[in-house]
């Protein structure tokens, strides 16, 4: 029958029965399979998503064999100890062992500037066959280009086999790299020493260069499980290209996919003989490498990450690998003066690099404008616009949020109501980066799995980032760089905030809660208020609801009047608690340099017109920026920054809906807004009758029966019941009618009986209808979230838990 049919059904025919036979085939011995690995640390994510896409294009490329890839983008559980440099060999471990979901034969390992070169079709064909044979010998390969070749610890990129030895080599190899928290070298290893500021408390630890410490004798424990291959094998280091002889200083040439392919190297490859059997064991096949190592790149510096993405992002168009979003310009040099005058060359070559990104931008920008529907020509102009050099950059879709945990006693105790009700609360994946030192780490990852995934609210999409800021060499010295009278209070690491726009390269807008808060709204809300900055705005931030701090200091009339503290925003401040910023105004501003100038200049007035300043970290600093340049601020409604006090006319009400008894708080004005003396005034400028999204109990509201019911409340019940809540007060109006004002507020209570947890009665110590909170008393302190951790509580570090 086949012999009457057409010669391309017969192709096909024959297709299909060497596709059922290649499955029968498989039954008993399926096709190898290879898992690629990469780690990259929250200030490296700029070239994120170039490194995604080079291993998504590599994945989807395989066809015989099975591919997948994962990106870390942060370090590991079980590693908050140690910088990420020093999770090479504990990512292998980590998945040769049981967290990954899916056994893989093999495990590629690569560097962070080290990308994919060739497809699949091609490892299918060369490299596993070379894998097969070599991997027989030693449970593990490791590639050393150039002079790193006699330092092991240092592969830029290597391939486990997925077996005990393997497994056994990786951790053994893992154990010998440093600790962030304790100097050690290894036995009989020598060390490069360079101190670096741990933490602002002037601690120190020694460093080998670039944070690597040679093996030395400790390599031979393993050295009988390892194959070390030199460059060309499994890597080629791209150590220049028609750029002064530096990988990232210039577009890659027209043909680097054809440069690389033709660049065959020593391979131990067997090659086929005349008859279809296998080669002797003389004969060898020349294997082009697979793997392309950018030498000259460095991901330490903000510069030298927007090099490195522009040339990530130029290979990835020359292989075909799709770029999800535009690299953008990279930074020009200040020009001007004796000293900064530049080369004819480098202005030549910067204006290359700029010629590249807004190629690019408009390459990535038009085909998703036009996907929307817009026009071609619409695309490209949208496109040039957002290309040009001091532009916004546009808002990302998914939010992302940075949260503070030092110290294992703070993440415990204070984190969970918060990330609970954020968790429910919202409606899309978030990107939520949390900084703080090893112990508030590891006690964060407890509170993530407890009260996100084992509570079942977390969304496909969701990242959290956990780090330490002391893990980037660029990023140790920000807070040595403040006056030493700034670190005092043991809260300096509050000023990481204000340093968001250094942490944090690869993000263009951020938003920063306090641990002390309870989310009630979405935050895709709060997200949305960075695209409504003002052209000179860069921060958003809410009054602080209180007249005891910056409205005592800046009135004349009281005894602690201190007239550096006059022009303060709404008289009373703003609050630390929640911040939205623009970090490419930032940036483009110089504003962590300006933080660390103000804290030296406001301590040398702190005796003569600037009482107190610093006693709040971070929040005195700001305030003290926003007073001296009010346009970098905009106003922001105290419904995301709600404290519950009585301040300028403002009561808490606490109403009850649904069948449950849902509980929702509104920030009203019984009387209309007033001044600080319930004089005639608006003191805040807020909304009356606004329905509160986020709710910060700070200073003596913390201690208040609320706090402690809402907190019962939250953690008493699962996730599917504090969906429930979130989406009965998202179907609620924003603003109470007449701002909550007069019988308006008890017409609201009618409708929504007087709440306490578990539909309770309302009796003693509950929160009852127009229940006001009054702030600290003057013998308290000046408290706020700012500083009302304890001291001796310390921080947590990065990590990323996909969900």
């Known amino acids: 029958r086949m012999a009457v049919l057409p010669s391309s059904a ?82 292998g471990a980590l998945t040769l062992s049981d967290h990954h979901p899916e056994p893989y034969d093999y495990v590629l390992w690569l560097d962070s500037v080290t990308v994919l070169s060739r497809s699949g079709p091609d490892l299918e064909g060369e490299l596993i066959p070379y894998l097969a044979s070599t991997l ?29 030895a393997a497994l056994e080599a990786l951790e053994t190899l893992s154990s010998f790299l440093p600790r962030e928290d304790r100097l050690l070298a290894p036995r009989g290893s020598p060390i490069i020493p360079t101190a670096y500021p741990y933490d602002g408390d002037k601690r120190a630890q020694a460093y080998g260069t670039l944070g690597q410490i040679e093996l030395g004798e400790a390599h031979a424990c393993v050295r009988d499980a390892m194959t070390i291959v030199p460059e060309g094998v499994l890597v080629s280091a791209v150590e220049g290209h028609e750029h002064k002889g530096k990988a990232c200083n210039g577009p890659l040439a027209r043909d680097w ?31 082009a490498p697979f793997i392309a190592f950018f030498g000259g790149c ?8 927007h090099a490195t993405r522009l040339t990530l992002a130029h290979h990835n168009e020359l292989i075909g690998a799709e770029v999800s979003t535009p690299p953008p310009t990279p930074p020009r040099t200040a020009s001007g003066g004796a ?55 546009p808002l990302s879709r998914t939010p992302r949020l940075l949260l503070i945990a030092y110290g294992a006693e703070y993440a415990r105790e204070r984190t969970p109501v918060m990330v609970r009700s954020l968790a429910a609360a919202r409606t899309g994946p978030l990107h939520v980066y949390v900084l703080g030192d090893p112990e508030g780490i590891r006690a964060f990852r407890q509170v993530v799995k407890e009260h996100v995934v084992d509570a079942g609210l977390g969304l496909e999409g969701d990242v959290w980032s956990l780090f330490t800021a002391d893990a980037c060499l660029a990023h140790t010295g920000l807070l040595a760089r403040l006056h030493p009278g700034c670190h005092q209070g043991g809260y300096a690491y509050l000023f990481y905030k204000l340093f968001a726009s250094e942490l944090f390269p690869g993000a263009d807008h951020l938003a920063i809660i306090d641990s002390d808060a309870i989310i009630h709204g979405d935050v895709r809300e709060l997200w949305a208020v960075a695209r409504d900055l003002g052209q000179e705005q860069f921060i958003a931030m809410a009054p602080d609801q209180s007249h005891r701090y910056y409205y005592r200091l800046s009135d004349p009339a009281d005894p602690i009047f201190s007239p550096g503290w006059l022009g303060v925003p709404q008289r009373t401040g703003v609050n630390g608690g929640l911040m939205v910023m623009n970090l490419a105004r930032m940036r483009r501003a110089a504003f962590a340099d300006k933080v660390a100038a103000v804290t030296h200049e406001g301590w040398a007035r702190r005796d003569r017109d600037l009482m107190a300043f610093c006693d709040l970290a971070e929040q005195d600093t700001i305030n003290w920026i926003i007073a001296r340049e009010p346009g970098v601020w905009r106003h922001l409604d105290c419904r995301w920054n709600f404290m519950a006090t009585d301040v300028g ?58 706090r402690m019911q809402l907190t019962l409340d939250i953690l008493g019940k699962d996730g599917q019941r504090l969906r429930h809540d979130a989406r009965v007060r998202r179907g609620l109006e924003e603003v109470l009618p007449g701002g909550g004002a007069g019988g308006d507020g008890a017409r609201a209570s009618e409708a929504a009986a007087a709440w306490s947890p578990e539909g309770g009665d309302g009796g003693s110590g509950g929160a009852r209808e127009g229940m006001s909170m009054s702030t600290c008393a003057p013998d308290e302190g000046r408290v706020s979230e700012s500083s009302g951790a304890d001291p001796a509580r310390s921080n947590a570090e990065p990590e990323e838990l996909p969900l």
């Open 10 to 91: 017969m192709r096909s025919a024959l297709t299909i029965l060497a596709c059922a036979a290649g499955v029968r085939a498989s039954e008993s011995a399926p096709p190898p399979s290879l898992l690629v690995i990469q780690s990259l640390a929250p200030w490296q994510e700029l070239v994120g998503d170039e490194v995604e896409a080079n291993m998504r294009w590599f994945a989807e490329s395989c066809y015989r064999i099975r591919c997948g890839y994962k990106l870390w983008r942060t370090l590991p559980p079980g590693r908050e100890e140690y910088h990420p440099w020093f999770s090479r060999f504990y990512l």
């Open 136 to 164: 027989e010998q030693t449970p593990l390969l490791l590639s050393l280009p150039g002079a790193e070749a006699s330092n092991p610890h240092t592969p830029k990129a290597y391939v486990a086999r997925n077996s005990s």
């Open 257 to 287: 996919p054809a440069q690389i392919t033709r660049e065959r190297r020593r391979t131990l490859l067997p090659a086929a003989s005349e008859g279809g059997g296998e080669g002797s064991a003389g004969a060898r096949a020349a294997m």
């Open 298 to 305: 460095e991901i330490e510096t903000r510069r030298g990450l």
């Open 339 to 393: 000293g900064q005058q530049q080369h004819q060359g480098e202005e030549e070559q910067e204006e290359e690099e700029a010629a590249l990104a807004r190629r690019l931008v408009a390459r990535a920008q038009v085909r998703r404008l036009v996907a929307d529907g817009r026009t071609w020509a619409e695309g490209m102009h949208t496109a040039r616009s957002d290309g040009e050099e001091g532009a916004d950059p």
């Open 649 to 706: 006319g403002h009561k808490v009400l606490v109403t009850a809906h649904g069948e449950d008894g849902v509980p929702v708080l509104w920030d009203t004005c019984p009387q209309g807004p007033m001044a600080a003396d319930r004089g005639v005034g608006d003191l805040l400028g807020c909304t009356c009758g606004a329905r509160a999204q986020i709710v910060h109990f700070v200073g003596g509201v913390r201690k208040s029966p609320l």
